[in-house]
Structure formats: structure tokens, C-alpha cells
DNA sequence: AAAAACATACCGACTAGTCGGTTTATTCTT
DNA sequence: AAGAATAAACCGACTAGTCGGTATGTTTTT
């Protein structure tokens, strides 16, 4: 039955996300990440390649979840999606915690290896365009002022990335979840038309 | 004489910034920073406790270079503050690629170091509480609009990390230097008056 | 001569990954 | 339906190598 070998699967995933957050890829070891999913090293490299394979298999996962969250605001006004996403706050900053120090994994470990570079730099490529091509829009169908495309996306991205960043780091050092609703307003002010 | 001394332990530092940068702190190891210093394994611990304390001694280093910065930004009036860190820009590309990875690796290790985490976040909420008091200062004189400081301060100290984030991630991905010039007039105009 | 600075050899703990063998589930044969 | 054959899932001892740190000895400076 297959039903034993997914469950083993996922029960690696699950520790093996766990663990990088709290220790990062280098210090959570495989033999860690085995007595964590209650399973042998041999059920271990039966499901992934190697501890860098588990590894794409998490990021593979978690960039779903971004592309999904992009997908369900198409069809949507400019100004209307900024105001979406406004909504979207409280339930990031919620998982923030338990999502965050794998994300910055992530980032770290894809600045030194190829592979995972390019596994994570594309989508977020998407992401930026996703944010340039919205603006655009909105400046053409007169909401928005006349800014840059390019340059309002980068500053989106980037207070967006921060936010996050410094959510992670200092997390008791300030309402994260309402700095970024007001960060937003702030923007959003700047770019539509009065 | 303790010139030897003294250039031993610089190279050290030097060593160690550039292979944690490239490899991050648990991927060089001891052997490897005294061998691209040219230094044996006693003269390392000679001069530093332990690998840990190696680090904190580099943080040290960068701390002080943005306190420095900020230092030297005193006395001036709001807008001519943003303007002057704008002129700094290029400079702080240029060496961004050498430096930023290993502030990442600060970042991360402060996440799950508390001896560091203290060591390297108490020197950011202050730089959060300058742009802050810096805000407020323009909003009270009256060339700024009437925005809250603290948020504003976030976002700012947002865009700031997240884009030196992406410029790490993807140096190649567009022109750092001209986009952080560009968003930086972007938010300095809406706060600014007109 | 004393002390500081440095070098070398070494230690125990730990690591990713391997491999021969066992258990469990599925399919085929009668 | 019962049993044999096969395949997938799993186990855990083992390897070969790395790591941070130390113990001990040598050179250089004062």
C-alpha cells in the first residue's frame, strides 16, 4: 500500500521544514531530520536523493503557494488588488512565524547554489513582473499617477521583502501586521491619482 | 613589536569575511579561513576565542560603519538628508556585492543566536528610531506632509532592506543603484510637500 | 629570561551518504 | 481462496571524511 510510503513522505517534509527554520540547512542533519519524522535513514534516501533534493522538494512547495496567491487576484482593478492584499496581511503575518526562517533559507542557500538560484529566482522574477504590469495598468487606466512601472514594482517588492525581513528579525519590535496595512495605504497613496 | 600581531589578527578578519561571505559561517571553516589568511590554527585561537566570537568581532566592524553614517548625517534638514543618502548610493553598491552576503549571514545567524541577535539588533532599532525622529523633524518644520513617523520609518527602512536583499539575490536582475536612487525620490516625493 | 605570538599534531564529536538485509504490501499462479 | 513470487518500503550499522577546538612545542619580541 501507498498509502504508508506518502505518509513517510510528508512526515520528512514536515520535520525537515521544522528543523531547517529553527537550525538552518547546515546544522539540522539528516539523522535530525529522520529522528524528528520517526523514521530510519533508510526510509530517508529512499524518498529524496539527497538532503538537497528534500530541500528543492520544500521550496517547490512553498513557491506554490505564492504562485496561487498571485493567480486569485487576477481580473482585478489595480487599486482594488493593493487593497486585496491589504486583506491578505493578517494571515501572512500569522504563518510569518513558522514560514519565515525557512524562507530565509531559502534565500540564503540560493545566493551559494546554483541549482536552488534558479529554482527561486524565476518565480520571483514572475512576481516582479506581475507588480509592473499591474501598474502599468493602473497608470493607463488613469487611477495611478505617472510613475515609472518598473521603478514603483522594485519599491514594492522591496518594502514588501523588508517587511517581512524585519518581521523575522524583530518580531516583538513593533505590530508588524499593521505596519504593513499602513505601509500599503502610504503607497497606494502616493500612486493613485487625487 | 605588535605590528606582526595586529596585521596577523586583520587578516584574519579579512579572511573570514570573504570565505563566510562566499560560503557562508558553517561552510568556512577554522582550516579554511587560517589557510586563506596564511596563518596557523594556534595563531587563530590566539586572537579569537572561538569561531562565534570571530563573528561577532566582524559584526562589530559593520556596525560601525552605518553608525558612522548616520553620525555623519547630522545637522541637516530632513530633505537634504534623503538627498545626501541618495549620493551615497553608489558607493553602497559597489561594495554591496562584497559585503551583502555577509550580512545575510549576520541576519541569519542573529535569528537563532541570541548572543548575537542582542549584538546586532540593538543598532537597528536605533537606526529605525533616527529615520523616525528624522521624519518627525521634517513633518514639524514643515517640509514633509503630515504622515506618521513610525510608519513611514518602517517603510523606508523596508525598501532599504528588501532592495539590498534583491541586489544580493539578483545582481544581474536590473540596475540596483539606479532603481534605489529612483524609489528614494519616489517616497521623498510623497512626503515632501509641495 | 619571560612573555607574547605563532606552528603543528592531534582528538572526539559529528556528518552525509551507503549497503546488505528485513518487513510489509501487491500480484500472479494454481 | 491459498500460497508462492515479486516489488516497494524500510531498517540501522557502517564508512570515510570534516569540523571546532586543544595540547604541546617552537620562534619572535621585549
Known amino acids: 500500500m501507498q498509502q504508508r510510503s506518502e505518509e513517510t513522505r510528508s512526515r520528512i517534509l514536515e520535520s525537515a521544514a521544522k528543523l531547517f527554520s529553527e537550525r538552518g540547512f547546515n546544522a539540522a542533519s539528516v539523522d535530525d531530520i529522520c529522528a524528528d519524522a520517526k523514521i530510519s535513514k533508510g526510509a530517508f534516501y529512499h524518498h529524496f536523493e539527497s538532503k538537497q533534493a528534500l530541500f528543492l522538494a520544500l521550496l517547490d512547495g512553498w513557491l506554490k503557494i505564492i504562485d496561487n496567491a498571485i493567480e486569485a487576484s487576477k481580473d482585478k482593478t489595480a ?47 514572475r512576481y516582479h513582473q506581475y507588480f509592473t504590469s499591474l501598474i502599468k495598468k493602473g497608470v493607463e487606466e488613469g487611477s495611478f499617477v505617472n510613475v515609472d512601472p518598473q521603478i514603483a514594482s522594485r519599491l514594492i517588492v522591496s518594502a514588501a521583502m523588508g517587511l517581512l525581513l524585519q518581521s523575522l528579525l524583530d518580531p516583538e519590535g513593533a505590530k508588524w501586521e499593521k505596519v504593513a496595512r499602513e505601509s500599503t495605504t502610504m503607497l497606494l497613496n502616493s500612486l493613485v491619482k487625487k
Open 79 to 125: 487599486p482594488e488588488t493593493f487593497v486585496q492584499m491589504t486583506g491578505a496581511f493578517p494571515y501572512i503575518f500569522a504563518t510569518a512565524g513558522n514560514h519565515l526562517p525557512m524562507f530565509m533559507e531559502f534565500w540564503l542557500q540560493a545566493s551559494r547554489d546554483e541549482k536552488i538560484w534558479q529554482a527561486s529566482i524565476a518565480p520571483y522574477r
